[in-house]
């Protein structure tokens, strides 16, 4: 009985983890005109720690429940109800979702606080912080959601909040540009997402989780509805997770504050989708041609936005890219059915990315500056502009350098876990193909994130003027950025595999979540590898990352003349990947300018013009006219009158008679 009071008690909390960031936007929000700046920022830090620790609260007693019974559930109220179907606002709490706030409001209130220094003395800081904790509180309400229409009232939520912050400096036409361009995109994927939980609605006559996936266990392996539902809702994880075709949206998004990029195009949002799939893994399972379209996309989303990546000088661009690449990580291990290993990838990279995006911030600041007070008009995000930043920035450097040597694969850092976790099931499945795409991305990844270490921190300082330079940034920037190194450093020690010792307590963690799920996909998986084999693979994938190293230390330390050498010999090589493929002028000319030409010469000039005005304004010219030909007869004379009347009376009287 004590238990099962405690377990009511503490489930009775996760209504507070979404509610302290909607406290503080409210707050913000209403008192935008007369909240200092410093006091929005500590009020929506604080917000984001309140929901912390409430989420390491709800972490603590799921750890104090059974191994199979690990679950919290909330009904706040009935959303609605028709007939016998209804919805509720209700929260579920079990070890995905307890990985998921942890990550949102631990690594969201690292960056809410970095914001503090970052935002100093910006006209909008009060909108500003408002808008993030609106975020923090739909992206919650995303991960904590019981079903999927309550989930996708946080997936649109984020969206929203996405569009305002990515065009935060509305002023600016480009960023205003980026907003819509972000917004519009994933519409598209969104619109699938919708389609996807109304076929399910018809299938299972519910839409929360524990029906549809009870329900859908009746179904046949490999069943058509569901391969259609599935795909229908990976197009709208496409969208919001940035894949192919729908990934042209994020680079663009860099047009946002840095810490925004960090919070929301790094850390959360854009894993919005790899979580979708991941929490819909029993679904998933039971559809392989689903599961097969999952990895391609994500193994070719990765490399593809890797060889991006290695020619663009945006330092926040060069991100961005790995971002969409690492995306493409992740959804190749759920694509594999290795669930846990998208999810282990997808917390590390949290702490490594938004790592990497505040020391890209860190970095811009001090440049801005240094620009400003020197009088040089320079973009503060080209890297080109940089160079020997470490003897000015040297808390930067140092934690950026961790960052770099996490997402590389390094051995004993966060990212060499989550990564190699991915890649040997990838290749334990049998998808040799996807491996050694991934392997080669895992190269590339190496190599374009040492390449932008050393452009921006090691040789000489591009852009001397004098004896002043840029200046480290405050403690309340820095503070976060260690944080951050410390976790991308350790974050990856509770994944640590069987064959090196470890338990892989990670993977044990969501084993509850995820073994319906993969007792399904076990049935298509044949042969066993051995701990050698993973040991050789492990080595091998360490030492292609190693030589991605190696290769951008020969290319931009020890002979730096040798980048623009083989450019020039790559020729139009060079200019296709600079260029991003072309992608994006490929979209404005075959769907863009389409729309807008017919929009322009059919919707607007012939159906509106002719058509819509043209029955509207016919019908009053009909009626105009005929008003016209009424109005002659009121000729004003009496006798006309008394005529007409005459007349109608014996019209009358006749008609009665006959």
Request: charged share 10%; proline share 3%; net charge neutral.
């Amino acid at each position: 009985m004590e238990h099962e009071a405690a377990t009511a008690a503490h489930s009775s909390l996760l209504w507070l983890i979404p509610a302290f960031p909607f406290l503080g936007m409210l707050i913000n929000g209403l008192m935008r005109r007369r909240m200092p700046e410093k006091a929005a920022g500590i009020l929506a830090s604080a917000a984001m720690l309140g929901a912390f620790l409430v989420s390491l609260l709800v972490f603590l007693d799921l750890r104090a429940l059974p191994h199979h019974g690990r679950a919290l559930t909330q009904t706040i109220y009935t959303w609605f109800a028709v007939g016998d179907f209804h919805v509720d606002v209700s929260f579920l709490a079990d070890p995905l979702s307890a990985v998921m706030i942890l990550v949102v409001s631990g690594v969201g209130f690292l960056i809410h606080v970095y914001s503090i220094g970052y935002m100093k003395g910006d006209p909008g800081a009060v909108r500003y912080f408002t808008y993030l904790n609106l975020f923090a509180f739909f992206m919650l309400t995303l991960v904590l959601a019981d079903n999927y229409l309550l989930m996708f009232v946080g997936w649109e939520g984020v969206g929203l909040c996405s569009y305002l912050l990515i065009g935060f400096w509305y002023t600016d036409y480009e960023k205003a540009l980026a907003g819509n361009k972000a917004f519009i995109v994933n519409r598209i994927g969104d619109f699938g997402f919708i389609l996807g939980i109304l076929l399910m609605f018809a299938t299972f006559g519910s839409v929360e989780y524990g029906t549809v996936f009870d329900r859908a266990a009746g179904f046949p392996y490999g069943s058509a509805v569901i391969t259609a539902i599935t795909l229908l809702l990976f197009l709208g994880a496409t969208g919001k997770s940035a894949q192919l075709p729908l990934y042209v949206w994020l680079p663009d998004a860099m047009a946002g504050p840095t810490p925004v990029s960090a919070l929301i195009h790094a850390a959360t949002m854009v894993t919005a989708g790899v979580y979708m799939v991941a929490r819909s893994n029993l679904l998933y399972s039971l559809a392989p041609v689903s599961l097969t379209v999952v990895a391609a996309v994500g193994a070719f989303t990765a490399l593809f936005a890797a060889t991006i990546g290695l020619t663009q000088f945006d330092i926040k661009k060069v991100l961005a890219y790995s971002t969409v690449s690492q995306l493409g990580y992740m959804f190749l291990g759920c694509g594999v059915a290795a669930f846990g290993a998208g999810i282990f990838h997808l917390m590390t990279h949290a702490f490594f990315k938004a790592l990497l995006f505040l020391g890209s911030g860190s970095v811009i600041h001090a440049m801005d500056h240094y620009f400003h007070h020197a009088g040089i008009k320079s973009n503060a995000q080209d890297m080109r502009y940089m160079g020997g930043l470490r003897k000015h920035l040297p808390s930067t450097y140092w934690t950026m350098l961790v960052g770099c040597l996490a997402i590389a694969g390094i051995p004993g850092l966060s990212g060499f876990f989550s990564k190699d976790e991915i890649l040997w099931k990838t290749f334990a499945s049998g998808n040799y193909g996807l491996w050694i795409i991934a392997v080669i991305t895992s190269g590339l990844t190496a190599f374009y994130m040492f390449r932008l270490l050393y452009m921006t921190f090691h040789g000489d300082f591009r852009s001397a003027k004098g004896h002043d330079h840029p200046h480290e940034s405050p403690r309340v920037m820095t503070v976060p950025l260690m944080i951050l190194a410390g976790l991308s450093v350790v974050g990856g020690w509770v994944g640590i595999p069987h064959v090196l010792g470890g338990g892989n307590q990670f993977e044990m963690w969501l084993e509850p979540v995820f073994e319906r799920g993969q007792e399904i996909a076990a049935l298509a998986h044949a042969g066993e590898h051995g701990g050698a084999t993973e040991l050789l693979t492990m080595l091998f994938v360490t030492l292609v990352g190693l030589s991605g190293i190696g290769l951008a230390y020969l290319f931009y330390l020890r002979q730096p003349k040798l980048p623009e050498k083989v450019a020039a010999g790559a020729g139009p090589l060079y200019g296709l990947v600079y260029n991003k493929y072309y992608v994006d002028e490929i979209y404005d000319a075959g769907v863009v300018q389409p729309l807008k030409a017919t929009s322009n010469h059919f919707l607007w000039r012939f159906f509106d013009v002719k058509i819509v005005d043209g029955l509207v304004n016919g019908t009053a010219r009909v009626m105009t006219e005929f008003g016209t030909g009424v109005r002659k007869i009121q000729t004003g004379q009496v006798q006309n009158y008394a005529l007409a009347f005459a007349v109608g009376v014996v019209v009358i009287i006749l008609a009665f008679v006959l």
